[in-house]
């Protein structure tokens, strides 16, 4: 079967990682696979591109930015040279251009927001008009699926297919803490700078933890997606006068070993889908703060995992300080690997080509 996955761009951020791991391990597993997007490749992506290259997947990636009318003929070029079976869109905006183009490919639609794309009503009056030309609509999170059906109506072929960490690369290693002894502790943020990831609130929390872990340090680290929330991220950080203790990153293409350096995983997100981060930091074992959010729900009762309201400042603190002192520990992770989301879109497109299971 020929896949083709689309992505708004090619970057750090959780529907391109998705999309970049789904295509390899289609591609190994005997389809033929390629990705395409609407805009070009940010610089954070070449090392993905080098994955994606190594293992033949097609990118056919726009080498300028263009208006509306260029991203359709690029995704229409595109789709008339790879000539996909079926196409999997990842996110509101490139599936909303591949229902545009008057062409037969099936195209499944992936829906990844942490937030609801369908509250903006642009939005959802485009969604009621092209929902019929998606053969299948997929949601990351249960969350993304009733949004839609509260927004639009319930599609005919609608499932949750949960995002899935790839455990070769993201395993839990006690032995860990044994060779950080000694070392700074470490509380890493991994995450698009965006108000919805709630940064500001990380550095505000960590200021009030150090008062009892002063030779802590904390790294933010993402895609800036949003340049006013990036800048306004960094002013805190001088504001308070933590700028020997934190450091306010771009995006990193080595989460694996920052994951492994690092002492606490904290996500204190507004919402989320099925946050990719948030996986990768469960497999690997590191003491976890996030939210109370829907998304992170699986997680209240996996071990080294703390869930709180973290618009409480001084709980957050304290719950880093608790993160701070605890041990790697290794959990469950069954039915939430690349192999397990793999296999699900395997069935889905399978479906919607028509060809055999």
Same mark, same amino acid.
């Not at 509306?68 to 070029?77: M, P, R, V």
């Not at 919402?271 to 729900?297: N, Y």
């Given at each position: 079967?020929?896949?083709?996955?689309?992505?708004?761009?090619?970057?750090?951020?959780?529907?391109?990682?998705?999309? *970049?791991?789904l295509?390899?391990?289609?591609?190994?597993?005997?389809?033929?696979?390629?990705?395409?997007?609407?805009?070009?490749?940010?610089?954070?992506?070449?090392?993905?591109?080098?994955?994606?290259?190594?293992?033949?997947?097609?990118?056919?990636?726009?080498?300028?930015?263009?208006?509306?009318?260029? *991203?359709?003929?690029?995704?229409?070029?595109?789709?008339?040279?790879?000539?996909?079976?079926?196409?999997?869109?990842?996110?509101?905006?490139?599936?909303?251009?591949?229902?545009?183009?008057?062409?037969?490919?099936?195209?499944?639609?992936?829906?990844?927001?942490?937030?609801?794309?369908?509250?903006?009503?642009?939005?959802?009056?485009?969604?009621?008009?092209?929902?019929?030309?998606?053969?299948?609509?997929?949601?990351?999170?249960?969350?993304?699926?009733?949004?839609?059906?509260?927004?639009?109506?319930?599609?005919?072929?609608?499932?949750?297919?949960?995002?899935?960490?790839?455990?070769?690369?993201?395993?839990?290693?006690?032995?860990?803490?044994?060779?950080?002894?000694?070392?700074?502790?470490?509380?890493?943020?991994?995450?698009?700078?965006?108000?919805?990831?709630?940064?500001?609130?990380?550095?505000?929390?960590?200021?009030?933890?150090?008062?009892t872990?002063?030779?802590?340090?904390?790294?933010?680290?993402?895609?800036?997606?949003?340049?006013?929330?990036?800048?306004?991220?960094?002013?805190?950080?001088?504001?308070?006068?933590?700028?020997?203790?934190?450091?306010v990153?771009g995006?990193?293409?080595?989460?694996?070993?920052?994951?492994t350096?690092?002492?606490?995983?904290?996500?204190?997100?507004?919402?989320?889908?099925?946050?990719?981060a948030?996986?990768?930091?469960?497999?690997?074992?590191?003491?976890?703060?996030?939210?109370?959010?829907?998304?992170?729900t699986?997680?209240?009762?996996?071990?080294?995992?703390?869930?709180?309201?973290?618009?409480?400042?001084?709980?957050?603190?304290?719950?880093?300080?608790?993160?701070?002192?605890?041990?790697?520990?290794?959990?469950?992770?069954?039915?939430?690997?690349?192999?397990?989301?793999?296999?699900?879109?395997?069935?889905?497109?399978?479906?919607?080509?028509?060809?055999?299971?």
């Amino acid at each position: 079967m020929r896949i083709l996955h689309l992505v708004l761009a090619p970057r750090l951020s959780g529907a391109e990682v998705l999309a *970049k791991d789904l295509a390899i391990h289609q591609q190994t597993h005997g389809d033929t696979v390629g990705v395409t997007s609407l805009l070009p490749q940010h610089d954070d992506f070449i090392a993905l591109r080098g994955e994606l290259d190594a293992q033949q997947v097609a990118c056919l990636f726009p080498a300028a930015a263009h208006g509306s009318l260029g *991203k359709l003929w690029h995704l229409y070029q595109a789709i008339r040279r790879f000539r996909p079976d079926v196409l999997l869109a990842h996110a509101t905006i490139p599936a909303f251009y591949a229902r545009a183009l008057p062409l037969r490919v099936p195209v499944i639609y992936v829906m990844h927001s942490a937030a609801n794309d369908f509250e903006r009503s642009l939005f959802r009056r485009v969604e009621r008009l092209l929902s019929s030309r998606a053969r299948a609509v997929v949601g990351v999170s249960e969350a993304n699926v009733n949004d839609y059906v509260a927004a639009i109506g319930r599609h005919p072929l609608m499932q949750v297919i949960p995002n899935g960490v790839d455990t070769r690369r993201f395993v839990c290693t006690t032995e860990v803490d044994a060779t950080r002894a000694g070392k700074p502790l470490q509380i890493v943020q991994i995450g698009r700078y965006n108000a919805v990831k709630n940064q500001l609130q990380t550095v505000s929390a960590f200021a009030e933890a150090l008062q009892t872990v002063p030779e802590a340090r904390l790294l933010l680290v993402g895609v800036v997606e949003d340049p006013a929330y990036f800048a306004a991220v960094e002013a805190r950080v001088r504001e308070l006068g933590l700028g020997t203790r934190v450091v306010v990153d771009g995006p990193r293409g080595d989460v694996s070993r920052l994951l492994t350096e690092s002492s606490v995983f904290a996500m204190p997100s507004r919402s989320e889908g099925h946050s990719i981060a948030f996986l990768e930091a469960l497999a690997t074992g590191i003491p976890v703060v996030a939210s109370t959010i829907d998304a992170f729900t699986f997680a209240r009762d996996f071990p080294g995992v703390q869930l709180l309201d973290t618009a409480d400042t001084g709980a957050y603190a304290q719950a880093l300080v608790a993160a701070l002192r605890q041990p790697r520990v290794a959990r469950p992770l069954a039915g939430l690997t690349l192999n397990d989301t793999a296999e699900q879109y395997l069935a889905i497109t399978r479906r919607v080509a028509g060809a055999p299971a």
